[in-house]
Nanobody, 127 residues
């Protein structure tokens, strides 16, 4: 699976942004999809995951209520809607894919759970 993230940019605090990740190469609906982020000087951290059907999602606690992950299997694309942006959301956002028909859970918060990774898209939030 090839993954290409896009949609990052410079946004003021309090604003919103939607980043996208287009997949190709395999049957998209066979894969759970996820988002991670890596801030300068920090380790990559899990953000959100969505099941193959889109019916189940899982978020890290720090983004619940502000971030929404969704997918369009017809377009082979997963999205991350980010609202009420904060300067601490500044990071490179990466999408990932895992061959799984299960429900996202704490296991999906580990980088090792994921099979494929895309190049990231930079999100910068100004205060």
């Amino acid at each position: 699976v090839q993954l290409q993230a896009s949609g990052g940019g410079l946004v003021q605090a309090g604003g919103s942004l939607r980043v996208s990740c287009a997949a190709s190469g395999r049957t998209f609906s066979n894969y759970a999809m996820g988002w991670f982020r890596q801030a300068p000087g920090k380790e990559r951290e899990f953000v959100a995951a969505i099941s193959w059907s889109g019916g189940n999602t899982y978020y890290t606690d720090s983004v619940k209520g502000r971030f929404t992950i969704s997918r369009d299997n017809g377009k082979n694309t997963v999205y991350l809607q980010i609202n009420s942006l904060k300067p601490e959301d500044t990071a490179v956002y990466y999408c990932a894919a895992a061959f799984s028909n299960g429900r996202p859970s704490i296991a999906s918060s580990r980088s090792s759970w994921w099979d494929y990774w895309g190049e990231g898209t930079q999100v910068t939030v100004s205060s």
